[in-house]
């Protein structure tokens, strides 16, 4: 099968690219490379220089790819950008969603996998939310996902195709981007490897249900393959299990030191809150068992110890 898989230079997305070539499929990669990386796709998988924005350009790249199935995991991903740029947000996440469902239409791809988010959706939940919690986005970002479940779910109603929404939880693990301001444990690991303290925001005390970037990427795989019953569904991608900032921060810190018992590695300081940040969220993922056979496989521990070798490989 052919899988054209935009934001498949980033981080959730090139382990989606990893994914499909273990299983024998042929993914092509449309990315801007604003945070993701060519270092990221392996090799032999071609990639398009295209911001998902930019229609012309995807027109053309849809003519030359003709994919049976679009994973779509392009996005602006971070909430306190939305909440300072609206316009920005709604751009990407709306506009650049539209372009991308059109092209696929056109070239009569059969499934659309989509990116949406359960820790935005939800708003505030101290339980797993399953899927059929009230959707309360809070911030520009939130409702853009919203939106854009929305949008998937008129065009198979409207073209015959088939669409999977996964409401991802907080992701984690190698290849995250620490320099923006999504992705805490990238940020947390980065900083602690290199001596520094990091900040958490606020008093820290913000629930977050935290899955592994490769568990996210099969989850992808098997919303791209498993037979549907139904033309749309949305699905939850998590653990279930919630653990707040300042027990995240410990953690990464503790698996630091197991690296290197003798460094210097400050705990992490307080700083200002930031706006549109929820206190809980977590999410129930069992409907993605019952309909995928898909289940998060690697633990919270397991995943931050994966995750900090990985950064600690490249910190020189």
Known sequence: MRVL????????????????LAAGHEPFVVDN??????????????????DVCDQPRLVQVFDEVRPDAVCHQAAQM??????REPAFDAQVNIMGLIHVFDQAVRVG?????????????????????PENTP???????????WAGEKYLEFYTREHGIQGVALRYANVYGPRQNPHGEAGVVAIFSKKMLAGEPATVNGDGKYDRDYVFGPDVAKANLAALTAPLSVPFLALNVGTGIK?????????????VLKLNPAASVPVALHGPSRAGDLRSSVVDARLAGETLGWKPAVSLEAGLAQTVQWFAKRSG
């Open 78 to 83: 971070s909430v306190s950008r939305s909440v």
């Open 243 to 255: 653990s707040d900032v300042n027990v995240l921060a410990d953690r990464v810190r503790a698996e």
């Open 109 to 129: 791809a059969k499934r659309i996998v989509f990116a949406s988010s359960g820790g935005v959706l939800y708003g505030d939940v101290t339980e797993p939310a």
């Open 33 to 50: 490379l604003s945070s993701g990386s060519r270092e990221n796709v392996a090799a032999g998988v071609p990639l398009f220089e295209v």
């Open 5 to 20: 898989i935009t934001g498949g230079a980033g981080f959730i997305g090139s382990h989606i690219v990893d994914a499909c």
């Open 135 to 145: 959707a309360a986005p809070i911030s520009p970002y939130g409702i853009s996902k």
